[in-house]
């Protein structure tokens, strides 16, 4: 893993956050509950939201890169649009919510220069309020806009291999936000509209991660539905393999490393399998006869 690789895929989870995050809020002012403290995890300007980590991620990776994109620059644009937005809106929220004129105060009590500072907060209040609502609908605009050109960039990461693990771990709330036939599309666009090889390519990611466990039970998935694909049940194996020989079950492990290495596979992309294979085998033969002797 490259470390560009895992950066593209944190730039992914914390769109998706704070898509998710913005919802929220959009949710909340709606009854009446969206308060300074609660938009804090969306918005803020000391690090701790999820839009300032993403406008810092893609000024990062995109700003002053040689390297990216026109879909990559455009997207730190709107990012960073939609940062100063929000910011706004956070200012506008504090306004609201923190000068607002209380009903502690007994305006018979207050003076008329005091009454006439009181009536002008109120007027400034009902601005900000409006103010509030208006960019609560250019928010809306443009996180639409995030959401389509997030799609761009997952497709121009689809050779990222932590990308089929990330969108098969994530396949709710990507449908969440795109929709049944957006999910879809992802299916059309990078694996030729076929749930299956998704699956076998989050597997191989997990394999190459070293995540046995998580590697050969989609292996073994893949192979059951489709026993056509020798690959599948070759990798199920080969991963099962490593997966108990880490838990010091040698016996077991060296019955699917023999297995796999016993299969015939054609194929040069599989030759450094094949080594792993008969290292693991030669090894696994020691511990096996130690532990009969002992």
Known sequence: MTNLEKKQIDLIKESICVYTKCVECKTLFKEGKLSFSKIEDFVDDRGKSCLYRLKEMCHELF??????????????????????????????????????????????????????????????????????????????ILLKELAGQLKDLIGLYKNNYLLPRFIFENEKTLTKIYGKKGFEGFLNDMYQGERLLLVFKAANSYLESEYYELARRLFQKVSNLDNKNKKALFLYMYASAFYFYFKNRFTRSLIFAERAFSMDMDNNKMEPYMESLKRLINDLSGEVRRAKKT
């Open 63 to 140: 700003r002053n890169s040689d390297e990216a994109t026109y879909k990559e620059k455009l997207y730190d644009i709107t990012v960073g649009y939609t940062f100063h937005e929000a910011m706004k809106l956070r200012e506008n929220l504090y306004q609201f919510e923190y000068y607002k004129p209380g009903s502690d105060i007994a305006l018979n009590e207050l003076t008329s220069p005091e009454r006439k500072i009181v009536h002008e907060i109120e007027i400034l209040i009902n601005k900000a309020e409006k103010r509030l609502k208006e960019g609560l609908k250019e928010i809306r």
